[in-house]
């Protein structure tokens, strides 16, 4: 930030003079230290003209919207696998059996994902247990 402009379009500007986080639109100049700010609300997306010095800005939290890619990039890994495998299940519902390393035999899986896995006793119980889960899913009930 420069002395001569203290905020940028792009920003995020949060603090007591907003309800709401603020986008920063527009940016001019009126005096030395003073500045036309043309703003829009993060949640409401209602446009706001205000007039801001030094001192408010000053009071208020700027955040930077532009990408700085220093993030952890195991953790940005992590976290899109724990999307994908929570997805997968919509799409292939003997998921959790196709990434196990076990080939159950054709009568286990109808025994298992058509009629034990529907009973909603036997689906309470697994809550508690999910090594019992595994040993079903595998087939060795």
């Known amino acids: 930030m420069s002395d001569n ?16 986080p603020m986008r920063v639109e527009t940016v001019r100049a009126s005096s030395t230290d003073i500045w036309t700010v043309g703003l829009v609300g993060i949640q409401s997306e209602q446009f706001r003209k205000v007039t801001l010095n030094r001192q408010d800005i000053k009071a208020l939290t700027i955040l930077d ?13 992590l976290g ?3 999307y994908s495998l929570g997805i997968a299940y919509e799409f292939d519902p003997y998921f959790g059996l ?9 009568h286990q899986l109808e025994a298992i994902y058509d009629y034990l896995l529907k009973l909603a006793r036997v689906r309470f119980l697994l809550e508690f247990c999910s090594r019992s889960l595994a040993h079903l899913a ?4």
């Open 138 to 141: 595998t087939g060795e009930v």
């Open 80 to 82: 899109l696998q724990a």
């Open 65 to 77: 919207s532009k990408f700085n890619y220093k993030g952890d990039g195991n953790l940005l890994r």
């Open 5 to 20: 402009q203290p905020i940028h379009e792009g920003q995020i500007l949060s603090g007591a003079l907003f309800n709401e």
């Open 98 to 106: 196709s990434i196990s390393r076990v080939d159950p035999l054709p």
